[in-house]
């Protein structure tokens, strides 16, 4: 199956600072690619989705100028948390779309955000 | 509305039990996809299966099992003589026309040696 790979995989940052996050799918062009955001002992919630040369389309309730998602190429996606508090500390998951199928998205494995 | 339920928060059985995960769906699309993850202590998210909304055929591989009922829009999975390392975090998510993944709050399965 296809790969889709993120890093890093585990950032510790200090408040206020931001950190950028990256997701590549390796072997497969991505149009669109989706970021989530998962608190402990909690499910995935979607924060945006990241289309390729186009602005991303964010969720309700998530802050657009504090999650920046850039999708430069059809195989980077970049989530960047600026201004990160305690609060934003939390695991991140990025998938990619598979164009050439009408459901497959491949997950990477994930960021675990520490902000002290 | 779509919606994904799963009501068991935490299960704990002992290893060699059976157990199933229940998954309860909410669509008015007539063309979606089901799937189970699981989720281990590493936190990245294992493929285990994917059903569309036109395949209610049942599916076993190895010791796991899924049950696809439209009837009452569920989507149950079984492990068989379960193991140690069965444990983990499983979630059922429901994808339809607008791509974008809909996940339960997930089931923690403990599997007590």
């Known amino acids: 199956g296809a790969v889709v790979s993120q890093h890093p995989s585990r950032v510790i940052c200090k408040s206020g600072t931001s950190v950028k996050i990256e997701c590549r799918s390796l072997d497969f062009q991505a149009t669109t690619m989706f970021w989530y955001r998962q608190f402990p002992k909690q499910s995935l919630m979607l924060m945006a989705t990241s289309n390729e040369g186009s602005k991303a389309t964010y969720e309700q309730g998530v802050e657009k100028d504090k999650f920046l998602i850039n999708h430069a190429s059809l195989t980077l996606s970049t989530l960047t948390v600026t201004s990160a508090h305690p609060e934003d500390s939390s695991f991140y998951i990025c998938?990619?779309?598979?164009?050439?199928?009408?459901?497959?998205?491949?997950f990477g494995p994930g960021t675990r955000l520490t902000v002290t | 509305a779509q919606k994904v339920t799963q009501a068991q928060t935490e299960i704990s059985v002992v290893e060699k039990e059976d157990v199933t995960l229940d998954c309860v769906y909410e669509t008015r699309d007539t063309t979606y996809y089901l799937f189970w993850y699981k989720q281990p202590p590493s936190g990245e998210l294992v493929f285990l299966i994917r059903r569309n909304s036109f395949d209610e055929q049942n599916e076993i591989s190895g010791r796991y099992s899924w049950n696809f009922q439209k009837s009452t829009s569920s989507f149950n999975f079984t492990i068989t003589a379960s193991q140690v390392v069965d444990s983990a975090v499983y979630f059922c998510?429901?994808?339809?026309?607008?791509?974008?993944?809909?996940f339960g709050t997930g089931t923690r399965l403990k599997v007590l040696a």
């Open positions: 998510a429901l994808l339809s026309g607008t791509y974008k993944y809909i």
């Open positions: 998938s990619a779309r598979d164009p050439s199928s009408s459901y497959e998205q491949y």
